[in-house]
């Protein structure tokens, strides 16, 4: 099982530039969530999708963010135009449906400058 | 809303037992659970409990869970210095899709 996997590891860009986050779920599980951590607010779960539908998206901080789930194996997290204020790990997880734990990827480290 | 509550900092010596509290508000959470964060890592789950129970072991960690007081506590026995990490308690409830509400995180720095 290769796990969650998010790519690119590190982003780094310039304000104003589009950015794209890619997430392949573990196969299997039809439940995706996107969180962003960040040392003054913690884990914020951003958006979570259960078989490819968009189910809570409350935690979008604005219409800068938008998330899309177009199969059961890959998401994405845009953020268009970027701000420093983005600058984060964003994090993709996934869990088979119910209450079974969420297993995490390693991350995208975003710096916006 | 829910919220979930955990002291930031633990510091302890190596072979002590150590203990990671945590404190929810939600009284229909479902399942509790207690992840691990080493640097420039994910969240790697440790383990995690039922809220009709009030204990559970798995090696060197033990679950208590005190529902009447909203309380989460993960001990760790015999604690090394490669449990140095941040760990996270998080709280879910059934009927919200296996969304996790998680605390800000303790910081566990072990000393030799």
């Known amino acids: 099982d290769a796990g969650v996997i998010q790519s690119p590891r590190h982003e780094v860009t310039e304000m104003g530039q589009e950015v794209t986050l890619r997430c392949k779920p573990i196969s299997g599980h039809n439940s995706l969530f996107w969180y962003r951590q960040t040392m003054m607010r913690g884990l914020e779960l951003l958006i979570y999708?259960?078989?490819?539908?968009?189910?809570?998206d409350s935690g979008m901080p604005e219409d800068r963010f938008s998330a899309k789930m177009p199969n059961a194996s890959f998401s994405t997290l845009k953020i268009q135009p970027s701000e420093p204020r983005d600058s984060a790990v964003y994090f993709c997880?996934?869990?088979?449906?119910?209450?079974?734990?969420?297993?995490f990827g390693n991350g995208t480290r975003l710096t916006v400058t | 809303g829910e919220d979930v509550e955990q002291s930031l900092f633990l510091s302890v010596r190596e072979g002590d037992s150590s203990v990671i509290n945590c404190t929810y508000t939600?009284?229909?959470?479902?399942?509790l659970y207690w992840y691990k964060q080493e640097p420039g890592a994910g969240l790697q789950l440790l383990t995690y409990i039922f809220s009709n129970m009030d204990m559970k072991q798995d090696q060197r960690l033990t679950v208590l869970l005190n529902k009447k007081d909203k309380h989460l506590s993960l001990r760790i026995a015999d604690t090394q210095t490669g449990d140095s990490a941040i760990y996270f308690c998080a709280e879910s409830t059934y009927n919200q899709g296996g969304k996790l509400i998680f605390g800000q995180g303790t910081e566990l720095s072990v000393k030799p």
């Open positions: 999708f259960n078989n490819n539908v968009p189910i809570d």
């Open positions: 997880a996934s869990t088979s449906q119910g209450n079974s734990p969420l297993h």
């Open positions: 939600d009284s229909s959470s479902t399942y």
